[in-house]
């Protein structure tokens, strides 16, 4: 049988805090707010490429992974002419992210949007916490739903690209590091490097939140 955390502890206290304060209850709203937001824009955008071209190049680079060998360091294109199809990109995690799925169920499309909905999804909450942090629990939810209702999360969400990967590190980054500069545990300052140094892989200008 697992035994209840005593009243007196930390962690009991914490909790008992943040419920006295309303925390809690907006934090259950955040949560649905930003779930029924994710469901609006996977049920109601249509799905598929179609002729972005950045989203075409995204998807063929997962597609070639499976094709060509999953070598992060040679990310390939379809215009490749009488090349191996090498390009110059950003480290393509993401795309190998798509590859993987796609080797086991087949050249489809829609795991990239999905991974770009669940990223937006993650940053979008970290977000929140972010602005829970400095103005308070009722003005972190306002802030969420201004967030999710502008136009970048909404596109960023639905397109077979990077970016939205790019910002859910670089949030979750930020997050962190915040929680270092209250702790201040060296290990959590060593994750939030390697998040925001694996936002700015996927997007140099990610690395701006590093200074």
């Known amino acids: 049988m697992t035994r209840a955390a005593p009243t007196n502890s930390p962690a009991a206290a914490w909790h008992g805090r ?17 779930l029924l937001w994710a469901a609006v824009l996977w049920f109601c955008v249509p799905h598929g490429i179609g002729t972005s071209w950045r989203e075409c190049d995204t998807q063929a680079i997962a597609r070639n992974f499976c094709l060509d060998g999953f070598d992060p360091m040679r990310p390939r294109v379809d215009w490749r002419g009488d090349t191996d199809g090498a390009v110059e990109c950003e480290f393509p995690l993401y795309e190998l992210a798509i590859g993987a799925v796609i080797a086991v169920l087949g050249d489809v499309e829609w795991p990239g949007r999905l991974l770009s909905l669940a990223s937006m999804v993650v940053g979008a909450l970290a977000l929140h916490r972010l602005l829970e942090r400095r103005a308070g629990p009722e003005s972190a939810v306002a802030g969420l739903v201004v967030f999710l209702g502008a136009g970048s999360p909404i596109l960023l969400a639905v397109r077979v690209m990077p970016d939205a990967t790019s910002f859910a590190a670089g949030m979750l980054g930020l997050l962190v590091f915040e929680h270092y500069l209250r702790t201040g545990r060296g290990k959590l300052l060593w994750l939030a490097t390697a998040l925001v140094a694996l936002s700015g892989l996927q997007k140099p200008l990610a690395l701006q939140l590093g200074t």
């Open 18 to 34: 943040l419920r006295a304060s309303g925390y809690v209850s907006w934090r259950r709203c955040a949560l649905l707010a930003t």
